[in-house]
């Protein structure tokens, strides 16, 4: 059907996904970026992030924790690391990984890998956010 974009989410050790949307909206390494039925090819790394997906006159959110985001003619394909609609997450789970992030952060260590556990606290607020944007 015109004005769809065929989108698949794919992750390690989980079922993959596919949709039909209108509009999608990715958080790349480089920045959050739309896509839109006929957009220009391209591949770019995903951001730990939301990406907001419209179809049928929903507004679906979806966390992703990192990987590539491919745009062809024809459709996108997510390949993260992790993928998860906002409805399905654990918000109190979240939570406490974000507490426990922000904790790592407050009282650094000579072991403490900042890089780690900055992607942990970026992981969890991207949880949190497609939590909470999904209207629970």
């Known amino acids: 059907m015109a004005g769809l974009i065929p ?7 989980r079922e993959s996904l596919s949709l ?6 990715i958080p ?11 957009h220009t090819p391209l591949l770019s790394t995903l951001a730990p992030g939301v ?5 049928g006159g929903r507004e679906d ?12 003619e024809d459709r996108v394909v997510i390949l993260a690391d992790t993928f998860e609609h906002g409805e399905k997450i654990d918000i109190e789970r979240a939570r406490a990984a974000e507490r426990r992030a922000q904790e790592r952060l407050k009282k650094p260590s000579d072991d403490l890998d900042v890089f780690r556990a900055e992607l942990a606290l970026a992981r969890a ?3 949190i956010q497609a939590h909470s944007r999904q209207g629970y």
């Not at 990406?51 to 179809?55: D, E, G, L, M």
């Open 61 to 72: 959110h979806y966390a992703v924790s990192g990987g590539f985001a491919e745009v062809k």
């Open 20 to 25: 039909e949307v209108t509009e999608m909206i």
């Open 28 to 38: 790349g390494a480089d920045g959050v970026f739309s896509v839109l039925p006929g």
């Open 51 to 55: 990406v907001v997906v419209y179809a």
């Open 7 to 13: 989108l698949q989410f794919c992750a390690p050790e």
């Open 125 to 127: 607020l991207a949880r």
